[in-house]
């Protein structure tokens, strides 16, 4: 008798992880065999962790901080985008045991920002970026692929602007984070990939003052939904884009590889998850 697929969500701490209510939800949804749960890893545990899944029937992994980097020197193929990013969410275990390795985050972000606001038109002008941590490079190669003209690229510290700068190359110019509220009225989209204004995290203190209306306005923050970013976006008249929509997208091409299965992400999908 074959045994059902499993994958699981690992990361530490991982407690906090809607992995496993996404996938759990669908499974039910479309009456799939298999099993989704959520794995405590320690960075020292990694490496013996992930060879030893697949032996106990495990066909992928959901992959969070902090192994998001780490995991990529354990794959036997990584994907061009991964490779780009420098990161690795979403791991197959192929049948001879071999780890394919590749990054959605950036898949979930454009799905996301497209379903949200469907009327955005990346070529039409300059994304504005806070943040140049590693959801920032995902979120730098999304908009490259769809065609944004140029990335302002705007961080607490700047030296790791700068440093994405230096990976990615012209298309990205760096601004002061004291003058970030500056370059916002040239901006088309304007997403905050930085934990300020998540659930017990500092407050964005940046001032908004200059979005125009027509400006897309996205946070990949979803703890609490409508954080204050997304409520000053939304007194400017902005379309405002929540953050769950990109953790529910990115986890549509790893269960599709594991289950067999392409998912749909809708507003059932959302209150599954919330509930």
């Known amino acids: 008798m074959t045994q059902s ?28 065999p298999g099993e989704y749960t959520a794995l405590q890893v320690t960075e020292g545990d990694l490496e013996e ?25 354990y794959a036997d193929q990584i994907t061009d985008r991964a490779t780009l990013i420098g990161a690795a969410n979403t791991l197959t275990f192929k049948e001879d045991g071999r780890i394919f390795a590749d990054n959605t985050d950036g898949y979930g972000f454009i799905s996301n920002l497209r379903q949200g606001a469907p009327d955005w038109d990346p070529k039409s002008g300059p994304a504005v970026i806070f943040g140049a941590g590693g959801a920032a490079r995902a979120v730098i190669v999304a908009l490259a692929d769809a065609g944004v003209p140029e990335i302002i ?39 905050n990939t930085t934990s300020l204004g998540m659930k017990g995290a500092a407050e964005f203190k940046v001032s908004l003052d200059a ?15 409508r954080t204050p970013f997304l409520k000053a976006a939304e007194q400017v008249g902005c379309t ?13 091409p790893g269960f599709e590889r594991w289950f067999g299965k392409r998912p749909e992400v809708d507003e059932e999908t959302r209150q599954a998850v919330l509930a």
């Open 211 to 225: 979005l125009r209306p027509e400006t897309v306005v996205t946070d990949i923050v979803y703890n609490p939904l």
């Open 5 to 32: 697929p499993k994958a699981c969500v690992i990361g530490n701490p991982i407690s906090h992880s809607l992995s496993p209510k996404l996938h759990g939800y669908w499974l039910k949804r479309y009456g799939l």
């Open 153 to 191: 690229l705007t961080n607490r510290t700047r030296a790791k602007a700068e440093a994405l700068r230096a990976d990615f190359g012209a298309r990205i110019r760096v601004v002061d984070w004291v003058q970030a509220g500056s370059v916002l009225e040239e901006a088309n989209v304007v997403i």
């Open 49 to 73: 962790t992930l060879r030893s899944l697949p032996n106990q029937g495990f066909v992928g992994v959901n992959v969070t901080l902090p192994h998001k980097v780490e995991v990529l020197q």
């Open 240 to 252: 405002t884009v929540d953050g769950l929509g990109m953790l529910l997208h990115q986890g549509v």
